[in-house]
Every structure is written in C-alpha cells, then in structure tokens.
C-alpha cells in the first residue's frame, strides 16, 4: 500500500468555524490531489498540487484552500466551514499525473458540519 | 466539465457475470481508469485503458472504445468480496474526472 495518510479520520465541527485537513505522503510522488465524496455526485476534485507551492483549482474549489510547503504535506483548508461541506474527504497521490499513472487514496476524512 | 455516466446500482448472483458500463463524451480524455471502492473504504485501482480493446486482469477486463467514448469492467466468476462500488474516471492531463460509481451487490 502506498504511504498516505490523513489526519483527523473524523471531525465535527461547527458552522462558520475554519478546519484543516492534513494528507501526508511518504512515496515522494509529485502529485496530490484534495476530492470531496457525496452520494450521487461521486469524487470530485476540490484542489490538487503538481509541485511544492504549486496549486491548482479543481470543479468544485469554492469556499476552499490548499497549501504544500514540502512535498509530503498537502493541506485542506475550509476557511468558514458550511453545512453544504459535510462529506467525505480523500486525498490522493500520483506519481507523475499523467498517462498510466494511477492515482493512490488515503483512507478518507469523514467531516461533519453543524 | 466532462460528463462520464454509469449506472447507479446493479444486482447479480455469486459466480455469475457484471458488466459495468461507462459512457463519456469522446473529446477530453486521454485514458480511462476503473477503481474499487468497498463501502467506509478508500477507492483502489482495478485498470487503466488507453488503447481501444480488451485489458483482462484474472477475473477483472476492462474494454475501451474511444471513438465511441464507451468503456465497460467485465467481473467474471463472481465472490461475495466483490460487492462494492465499481467507479470510471475519465484522465485528462494530470487530473481524473469520476463518474458517480455502480454500486454492485452480489447476492448468493
């Protein structure tokens, strides 16, 4: 299994409060990728990062912000979170993002929102 | 953006045949990827497509058709285990577009 993990596995929180959700990766892969999981809508791509400091909008970045200062960490940050952001959270990691390069998922972030 | 369609739900009997089709507008997709997903799971990767034509991995073939933006995942010889949700991703550059997974549920 790939080294990802993420960190809190669970959170509740309350509306307007801001929350960080942490991936941290020990395989050294260029790519990470934030998605956002709900039933009926699948994974979507919230934000995803192709280099230290290097980011980029996904479909549904609204209301989000990433960071990467190192290549291991990838942060979510939800800068007032709403009740629209309960889900669940899965960061990813590929390591060149392109062609057969498939991508590995942490364990997911179930985040509820009151 | 890219739609990618599959069908929300199917049912099949132990040791039987699914087939799992995934249909995507043809422009904008360079590969098509498939990937399990057991429920409170993380997803995990099954195929990868870029040519036309059959891949078959033991009892798991996945089959692309560009020009016709169709793929589907054959599950053959059917187990308890592979209930779950089956999810297509159409890729483009370095990011992945999912459609909204079939759930499968295998019923003895």
């Known amino acids: 299994d790939a080294g990802i993990t993420q960190s809190p596995r669970h959170k509740v929180t309350e509306t307007g409060t801001p929350v960080t959700l942490r991936c941290h990766q020990t395989?050294?892969?260029?790519?990470m990728y934030w998605y956002r999981q709900d039933p009926g809508h699948g994974l979507r791509l919230i934000h995803y990062?192709?280099?230290?400091?290097?980011?980029d909008k996904g479909e549904v970045s609204d209301g989000y912000s990433v960071s990467r200062s190192k290549t291991e960490d990838f942060l979510l940050t939800l800068e007032s979170a709403t009740s629209s952001q309960t889900s669940v959270y899965f960061c990813?990691?590929?390591?060149?993002?392109?062609?057969?390069?498939?991508?590995?998922f942490g364990p997911g972030t179930r985040l509820t929102v009151l | 953006g890219q739609n990618i369609d599959q069908p929300t739900e199917m049912t099949a009997t132990e040791g039987a045949i699914v087939q799992i089709n995934c249909t995507y507008q043809t422009s904008g997709f360079n590969g098509l990827f498939w990937y399990q997903q057991h429920a409170g799971e993380a997803p995990t990767f099954l195929s990868y497509n870029v040519l036309d034509g059959l891949e078959e991995k033991g009892r798991f073939s996945s089959f692309l058709s560009r020009s016709k933006g169709y793929s589907y995942l054959l599950l053959k010889e059917l187990q308890m285990k592979d209930s779950a949700s089956y999810l297509c991703a159409g890729a483009a550059g370095n990011k992945l577009t999912f459609g909204g997974g079939t759930r499968v549920l295998v019923k003895p």
């Open positions: 990062s192709y280099g230290v400091k290097d980011t």
């Open positions: 990813a990691i590929s390591e060149t993002g392109t062609g057969n390069n498939e991508q590995f």
């Open positions: 395989e050294n892969h260029r790519y």
